[in-house]
């Protein structure tokens, strides 16, 4: 285009001088004129259009190349949380109580404890013995022991229906005080206890005769029995060989 606006002028002023030089000639001979002035000058005779100047083209600015994103994106920031203007005041931590110590675990199994074997029962003669020596603890008159063969004269008791036995009479016939203390066999029970019975009814008729005193020990006398053990009793100590005898036998 700039160069358009050049050639215009100059076409121009090539019609002009050749306008002038055709007057001014007369007869002489005629110049031959160019083709291509000519031309020029049909060219120039039509209004060319003129362009507005909004067709001036601009300079395109160059586009400028990006940056390539890094393969490795920028960290964010972090936000950082706003600090309070009053820090908490800590709360008090509760101290932890001692553990108990744990008891020690023994090496090994404690060994089972052996079964304790049951009592054995005290014999029949250490249960009399216990029961007499209870009672001569009480003043008593001199005593004397019966043995097999005057227990059976006297009391009318066979001693094989007896486990143990402890009989004791007065050694003077002024006293009416007489112990006798038994285990009986199983079943033989009822059979000593009326040869007792017996020889009580045979004392009261024998000191009915004199010495009431001594009649009165006979008619309170104590007959008890435990289990197959049994006691009769005649004298002022009475009642405590009946305590006697409840003490161990029962």
Same mark, same amino acid.
């Given at each position: #285009?700039?160069?358009?606006?050049?050639? $215009?002028?100059?076409?121009?002023?090539?019609?002009?001088?050749? !306008?002038?030089?055709?007057?001014? !000639? !007369?007869?002489?001979?005629?110049?031959?004129?160019? +083709? +291509?002035?000519?031309? *020029?000058?049909?060219?120039?005779?039509?209004?060319?259009?003129?362009?507005?100047? &909004?067709?001036?083209?601009?300079?395109?600015? =160059?586009?400028?190349?990006? %940056?390539?994103?890094?393969?490795?994106?920028?960290?964010?920031?972090?936000?950082? %949380?706003?600090?309070?203007?009053?820090?908490?005041?800590?709360?008090?931590?509760?101290?932890?109580?001692?553990?108990?110590?744990?008891?020690?675990?023994?090496?090994?199994?404690?060994?089972? &404890? %052996?079964?304790? +074997?049951?009592?054995?029962?005290?014999?029949?003669?250490?249960?009399?013995?216990?029961? /007499?020596?209870?009672?001569?603890?009480?003043?008593?008159?001199?005593?004397?022991? *019966?043995?097999?063969?005057?227990?059976?004269?006297?009391?009318?008791?066979?001693?094989?229906? $007896?486990?143990?036995?402890?009989?004791? #009479?007065?050694?003077?016939?002024?006293?009416?005080?007489?112990?006798?203390?038994?285990?009986?066999?199983?079943?033989?029970?009822?059979?000593?206890?009326?040869?007792?019975?017996?020889?009580?009814?045979? *004392?009261?008729?024998? /000191?009915?005769?004199?010495? %009431?005193?001594?009649?009165?020990?006979? =008619?309170?006398?104590?007959?008890?029995?435990?289990?197959?053990?049994?006691?009769?009793?005649?004298?002022?100590?009475?009642?405590?060989?009946?305590?006697?005898?409840?003490?161990?036998?029962?």
């Amino acid at each position: #285009m700039r160069h358009t606006f050049r050639m $215009l002028p100059l076409a121009l002023a090539g019609a002009l001088s050749l !306008g002038l030089l055709s007057g001014c !000639g !007369g007869g002489g001979e005629p110049t031959a004129t160019p +083709e +291509e002035p000519s031309a *020029l000058v049909s060219e120039s005779l039509s209004p060319a259009p003129t362009e507005s100047p &909004a067709l001036s083209e601009s300079a395109a600015p =160059e586009a400028s190349e990006s %940056p390539a994103p890094s393969q490795e994106p920028s960290a964010a920031p972090s936000e950082q %949380p706003e600090t309070p203007s009053n820090p908490p005041s800590a709360a008090p931590t509760a101290k932890p109580t001692a553990k108990p110590s744990a008891a020690p675990k023994p090496s090994s199994a404690p060994t089972p &404890a %052996p079964t304790p +074997e049951p009592t054995q029962a005290p014999s029949a003669s250490s249960v009399l013995e216990s029961v /007499w020596n209870d009672i001569a603890q009480n003043e008593l008159p001199m005593l004397t022991d *019966l043995n097999d063969a005057t227990l059976q004269a006297v009391y009318g008791i066979n001693a094989a229906d $007896l486990e143990a036995y402890i009989c004791k #009479m007065p050694a003077m016939d002024t006293q009416a005080t007489e112990f006798f203390l038994a285990k009986v066999k199983d079943g033989k029970l009822d059979t000593v206890k009326a040869a007792v019975e017996q020889r009580q009814a045979d *004392l009261v008729q024998q /000191w009915s005769q004199y010495l %009431p005193e001594q009649l009165e020990l006979v =008619e309170n006398y104590q007959l008890v029995t435990n289990g197959n053990y049994i006691l009769f009793a005649i004298g002022e100590c009475a009642e405590d060989a009946v305590d006697a005898f409840n003490t161990y036998t029962k």
